[in-house]
């Protein structure tokens, strides 16, 4: 079974700083996605970044980047120039890829990231 | 940009009682799920529905609960008879067909209250 394991529970930034929140999975497939998402307080989750794990390319979406390490099954998200509405919950989630009609999303506990003025 | 929509935002029921969340999916999706996330803690799978029947479910998906698409452009969840331990946020997902991959959209959540 898939695993995915984020160890900060909380951490905070200096708004215009970078944060870097780590998370690691874990699978025997060698197929599959990668995502990070935010939850602001308005509570609607939205996609940041995600990552396809045959590609070694690191993603990058503006100030949103990843850190892809396959070997070590680590995915980490830099957040660089931190700004306020960047304040939010941040869910690192897999998704297998086996072209089945399920696809679901296993996420980890969260990591609550407050930027502070 | 079209998004996925949730009615009820807050639903509170007596134990006991059936209750239903209702969600509108993005309109060219052909995929949905049902998550939930209790307070505090990580976002669950709970089903995953495709060409009109049930693709997955998970072990938090007993009897009580069902899934409909009554007429095209709703899905609903079925609670029959809610437990406390039914207290949670319910998010609603679509994505559009495979085969490369699908980014599942959310809609905003349905907080449910079991009293």
């Known amino acids: 079974a898939q695993t995915v394991t984020q160890s900060q529970p909380e951490m905070s930034v200096q708004e215009a700083e970078t944060v870097t929140l780590s998370c690691t999975y874990d699978t025997s497939e060698s197929n599959y996605y990668l995502f990070w998402y935010k939850q602001p307080p308005s509570r609607q989750m939205i996609l940041v970044i995600r990552?396809?794990?045959?590609?070694?390319q690191n993603a990058t979406e503006n100030r949103f980047s990843v850190n892809f390490q396959k070997a070590a099954k680590s995915f980490s998200l830099k957040i660089s120039d931190s700004q306020l509405g960047d304040t939010a919950m941040y869910f690192c989630a897999f998704m297998t890829n086996y072209g089945g009609a399920t696809n679901k999303l296993i996420f980890g506990t969260g990591t609550l990231l407050a930027v502070q003025p | 940009e079209p998004e996925v929509t949730q009615t009820p935002s807050h639903q509170v029921t007596q134990m006991g009682q059936e209750v239903i969340l209702r969600c509108v999916p993005i309109s060219n999706h052909l995929y949905f799920y049902w998550y939930r996330q209790i307070l505090g803690q990580k976002v669950e799978f709970l089903v995953s529905?495709?060409?009109?029947?049930?693709?997955?479910k998970s072990e938090i998906f007993d009897d009580q609960f069902s899934v409909e698409r009554p007429d095209g452009s709703n899905f609903t969840l079925k609670i029959r008879s809610t437990k406390l331990e039914d207290s949670a946020m319910y998010f609603c997902?679509?994505?559009?067909?495979?085969?490369?991959?699908?980014?599942?959209?959310f809609g905003p959540g349905t907080r449910l209250t079991v009293l």
């Open positions: 990552q396809e794990a045959y590609k070694q």
């Open positions: 529905f495709y060409n009109n029947e049930i693709s997955e």
């Open positions: 997902a679509s994505s559009e067909a495979l085969p490369s991959y699908n980014e599942q959209f």
